[in-house]
């Protein structure tokens, strides 16, 4: 049985930093990303950042570019999330999940429909 477990929430201020982890475990068929979504109160969930297993490429949000850094440790089979200068509109409860089929490549961050396996969440608090 699939499970992603994902970490690294809290409160944290802003300008300040977090590091998501995602551990997924009981996979075994091959599959072609890992991304991060989040969700916030009243809004809909929507994708952050995502990479490729294969090679390791990356793409990202907007809002998050140059802020947001995703990246792999494939011998413990785990996903990170840096998050550097936090903003209060990044509050949200983050999620990792994962891509079988690579259908939309990268782009599938915008079809988080086509993502079929989900953690339980993180919450991300950035306040002052």
């Known amino acids: 049985q699939l499970q992603l477990v994902e970490s690294g929430g809290g409160l944290v201020q802003p300008g300040g930093s977090l590091r998501l982890s995602c551990v997924v475990s009981?996979?075994?068929?091959?599959?072609?990303?890992i991304g991060w979504f989040r969700q916030a109160p009243g809004k809909e969930r929507e994708g952050v950042s995502c990479?490729?297993?294969?090679?390791?490429?990356?793409f990202y949000k907007d809002s998050v570019v140059g802020r947001f850094t995703i990246s792999t440790d494939n011998a413990k089979n785990t996903v990170f999330l840096q998050m550097n200068s936090l903003k209060p509109e990044d509050t949200a409860v983050y999620y990792c999940?994962?891509?079988?089929?690579?259908?939309?490549?990268?782009?599938?961050?915008?079809?988080?429909?086509?993502?079929?396996?989900w953690g339980q969440g993180t919450q991300v608090t950035v306040s002052s």
């Open positions: 999940a994962v891509d079988t089929d690579g259908r939309y490549g990268l782009g599938a961050l915008y079809f988080p429909d086509e993502f079929r396996y």
């Open positions: 009981g996979f075994t068929l091959d599959y072609y990303s």
């Open positions: 990479i490729s297993r294969s090679d390791g490429s990356t």
